[in-house]
């Protein structure tokens, strides 16, 4: 059996009493390292487990999988994805090779982005679509983001940003010449996410949203040391959100006054806050 | 401090072993029972944690939420939900008014239906936003969600539709007569939900979507005789997928061939479902 576990946002206790059991007693545990990271080491997962870990990364897991699966077959086999098994789409291929092979395959779920950034304070039922937002580089900068953004804001919905995160890259340099030496890893800020998409608004012009348009700037959800801050996208174009992972929340017009109530607590500046509010919102 | 806690979709052992410990030492475990229900009883998690578990009923936290917090503020008190802490209003309320009473609250993540409804093969990122389905009465027949579906699928979104349940409730006579009997709990099926978006289509007939839209059944989702049914709603008004809890899934435009793949395996009629995909989706 192939079981898919779930790790949950922050550290080794966020797995579930049913996930840690299957890790205890499978003949293999895998750690899948390249769509998302942990906040914690291998090291710390091996301790709590009393298990070896063996980190899957893209090449592993591009060239190995049936590998993998294979074992599977006879043998109990785990692995774990931070968050919830269904949060990439790599995990769906995983599931439909398994499939292909008959290899019985259970899920063990967890909570992810997807539903713990309900703790910014905005009801999950009124956020649309979510985005992804890439580094950009001179000669690329996808903004395919920006139509889905002002799709979500068009019929009043909010809408989660995930930002990239570069983990084992190569320079040109050293992926022309076959040398396996990679990058430190990357992890884009609240900020340079703010950045970046204020830029695209410069350039099309379209007012899916606006330098005021609020915003809020999540980091290391679920984490003892989480942190929210609100503002405007100009405001979080300038915040320090600390250590990875971040990720934004882009309001819509679609908001309680309840919510707004909970989301002020966070505000880098209150008045600067309620008088974006108004701006956009309007009174009611 | 105030411990919000998620015990996920379905048993005692999706709480999180960081969970688990809070409820083990807290002074008091209340479990909140009106949002939503967990698929097992109080007294196999009272067996499990070896702790008595008070339930926290509407009643109970409409008019005694102050004394949950205010004990509170000296003593661990833990506040298990199911699911994530953040799927419901009344969690939000729950956390303001800790606010201000000045009483330190911390959540403890699960998953929930917001996020593991990616079981059901679809990509999350291209979900819309949610919308809620009640049982329609003789009088009452609330259609809100219809121009909410409606939004998101001329957008390409697919809409996770919630299902109603009802628990303690009171027929009109006994409440007008102050007695605190009540009716047996109630759970919509995804046949139902399905019966009544095209009752509201065939009223409306402004095309949000026919019955030869395709659709997803869930039911018990996260427990291991969860269940998909994929097929038009035509079909899903006819399907039975079971004992509670059940949700629905309506496809939107935005979908790729690998997850039809995938949904494909749970189709109750493969041929009635590759047609209405291609009469909907086209050969693009």
Redesign the interface.
Not at 84 to 87: A, M, Q, S, Y
Not at 109 to 112: E, L, P, V
Not at 123 to 132: A, M, P, R
């Given at each position: 059996m192939l079981y898919i576990i779930?790790l949950?946002?922050s550290?080794?206790?966020?797995?579930?009493?049913?996930g840690?059991?299957i890790v205890k007693k499978a003949e293999r545990v895998y750690l899948e390292a390249y769509t998302s990271i942990l906040m914690i080491d291998k090291e710390k997962l091996e301790e709590f487990y009393g298990r070896p870990v063996i980190i899957a990364d893209r090449e592993m897991v591009e060239s190995s999988s049936d590998a993998i699966l294979a074992s599977s077959s006879t043998t109990d086999v785990a692995f774990l994805v931070v968050g919830?098994?269904?949060?990439a789409?790599t995990h769906?291929?995983l599931?439909?090779r398994a499939?292909e092979l008959s290899i019985p395959v259970?899920?063990i779920?967890?909570?992810?982005i997807?539903?713990?950034i309900?703790?910014c304070?905005l009801?999950?039922?009124?956020?649309?679509?979510?985005?992804?937002m890439v580094f950009f580089t001179d000669s690329w900068r996808p903004a395919s983001f920006y139509d889905r953004i002002k799709?979500n804001r068009d019929?009043g919905?909010h809408t989660l940003v995930?930002l990239d995160i570069k983990v084992k890259e190569q320079s040109l340099e050293n992926m022309a010449r076959g040398r396996k030496i990679y990058e430190p890893p990357r992890y884009m800020t609240v900020a340079q996410c703010a950045q970046q998409m204020l830029e695209i608004e410069a350039e099309k012009k379209e007012g899916a949203y606006s330098p005021n348009t609020l915003a809020i700037g999540v980091s290391r959800l679920?984490s003892?040391d989480q942190q929210f801050v609100a503002g405007t996208l100009e405001q979080l174009a300038e915040a320090d959100l600390g250590p990875p992972l971040h990720s934004l929340v882009l309001l819509g017009k679609r908001v309680h006054e309840?919510?707004i109530?909970?989301i002020r607590?966070f505000a880098a500046d209150v008045e600067a806050f309620n008088s974006a509010y108004e701006m956009e919102h309007g009174r009611e």
């Open positions: 779930g949950g946002l550290n080794e206790k966020d797995i579930t009493v049913a840690l059991e919830d098994p269904f949060g789409t769906t291929d599931l439909l499939r259970r899920t779920h967890n909570a992810s997807m539903n713990a309900g703790a304070g009801q999950l039922y009124n956020f649309g679509q979510t985005v992804s799709e019929i919905l995930l679920g003892l309840l919510e109530d909970y607590a």
